[in-house]
């Protein structure tokens, strides 16, 4: 093993262990917030509960209190023995009685003295000092009955349920709390688990692939040098420069692939010329193209157009939906990307001539092994554009479906300008 494979086992090592600790603390983040959707779910419940039981018990101690007091006007013979916590008050030819200690501001004369004059049974709500009386007023006898119900027992006993009530939703929103946040726990951590073999598989594949890399590299440009010294045509020095940068292109994906395989990397963004990134990307995929007899071309309305994002990232991303549309353009086709910018973003749009997406395909052309079958020249396996909108969406753009027709298809790239 050469000295700089041994530096980057180290980093992958350093890599690895700091993905563990970002694994761990996703986890606990996602099960504080599980927890925490639990418990605002118990609440509401809770509060929904707590709410309907309001309603019914106020309306049933009403429903209560009026049917007592109804009672009591309808047999009262005299004032002597009403119902607990009742007065009562007879008028009539004779005169009027009630019920030893009435409550002073009590009897309700207006109700009385409307009643009997031929006015209907009235129930009314009477505060003394802040202190609560039903009255109901009922015709009897050439006179009236007055039933007087006092409400602070009722108030009090409500009172004391609604704090219980209260107490009770507080205890099990703290119990939903801690459950919902030992639930959660154990739910994301098979999550977990598999993000961590995720991660492990593919530093495990980089640093496999960068040995290789390495000694491809070098014997490329081993190779440049020694065409250079035969004086080698042009047209092989290109192609030998070809050959180190796409190695070298190769190099900086396997590297993102590690990028890719944490979801909440932050990845290195700074000023990318869209402009130059894509005649890099046409001249290299100009012989690939050229064997499927598409023509490839670059249009921008500016000399450059700079975004802001990570240019490995970005490479990778466009050159999937570029070698996306070349495959699946017939013979004869065209493959344009066109440059632009649309106020504070750099739009970047790559129209073929192909078939378009069918209908049924066009919510799904994104989503990871989607398409299963073959490409005019391999198999396809679903991949590229999911990772491609993987890439622009963690660079804060967005990559969509423009338009699609039987004439071609548009996909745009939409990313911030820098």
């Known amino acids: 093993m050469t000295e700089g494979d041994g530096t980057s086992e180290v980093r992958g090592e350093g890599a690895r262990g700091a993905a563990a600790d970002s694994d761990a603390e996703l986890v606990r983040r996602t099960a504080r917030r599980l927890g925490l959707q639990a418990t605002a779910l118990v609440a509401l419940a809770v509060l929904v509960l707590v709410g309907i039981g309001t309603v019914l018990l106020l309306h049933q101690q009403d429903q209560q209190a009026r ?19 009742v007065w009562l008050v007879l008028t009539g030819p004779s005169g009027t009685t009630q019920t030893d200690g009435l409550p002073e501001g009590l009897p309700d004369r207006a109700a009385l003295n409307d009643v009997v004059r031929g006015g209907p049974a009235r129930t009314t709500t009477v505060r003394l000092d802040e202190a609560p009386y039903l009255v109901r007023t009922a015709p009897r006898d050439g006179g009236a009955v007055q039933a007087v119900l006092d409400l602070r027992v009722e108030r009090r006993q409500r009172a004391d349920l609604l704090t219980a009530m209260l107490i009770t939703g507080l205890v099990g929103l703290a ?22 073999l995720q991660r492990n598989f593919v530093a495990d594949a980089s640093h ?48 993102d692939l ?16 869209l402009v130059a990134l894509c005649d890099q990307l046409v001249a290299s995929a ?39 549309a070349i495959s699946h353009t017939p013979r004869g086709g065209s493959v344009v990307l066109r440059l632009a910018v649309d106020g504070s973003d750099a739009v970047l749009d790559i129209t073929d001539t192909g078939p378009g997406v069918p209908a049924e395909d066009a919510d799904h052309v994104f989503d990871r092994f989607h398409s299963g079958g073959h490409k ?10 999911a990772l491609a909108r993987d890439v622009v969406t963690r660079g804060g753009g967005r990559l969509t479906i423009e338009s699609t027709s039987s004439a ?11």
Do not use: K
């Not at 590690?258 to 010329?273: C, Q, Y």
């Not at 005019?376 to 554009?385: E, I, N, Q, T």
């Open 67 to 85: 049917t007592v007091l109804a009672q009591a006007t309808e047999e009262a013979d005299d004032v002597n023995d009403p119902p607990a916590g």
């Open 175 to 196: 119990l939903a709390a801690v459950i919902g946040t030992v639930l959660a726990h154990r739910a994301v951590r098979p999550l977990a688990e598999a993000l961590s």
């Open 208 to 255: 496999e692939l960068r040995t290789p890399l390495t000694l491809l590299s070098t014997r490329a440009q081993m190779l440049r040098r020694s065409l250079a010294r035969e004086q080698a045509d042009d047209r092989a020095l290109s192609d030998a420069d070809g050959v180190v940068g796409d190695v070298a292109r190769l190099t900086d994906v396997v590297d």
């Open 258 to 273: 590690l990028l890719a395989a944490e979801p909440a990397a932050v990845t290195d963004r700074g000023p990318v010329d």
């Open 286 to 324: 100009r012989d690939h193209a050229t064997g499927a007899a598409v023509s490839l071309a670059v249009h921008a309305e500016d000399a450059q157009v700079v975004a802001l994002g990570s240019g490995p990232a970005l490479r990778r991303a466009v050159l999937a939906i570029v070698d996306n």
């Open 376 to 385: 005019a020249d391999r198999r396809s396996y679903g991949l590229g554009l």
């Open 408 to 418: 071609g298809t548009t996909f745009r790239l939409r990313l911030p300008r820098a």
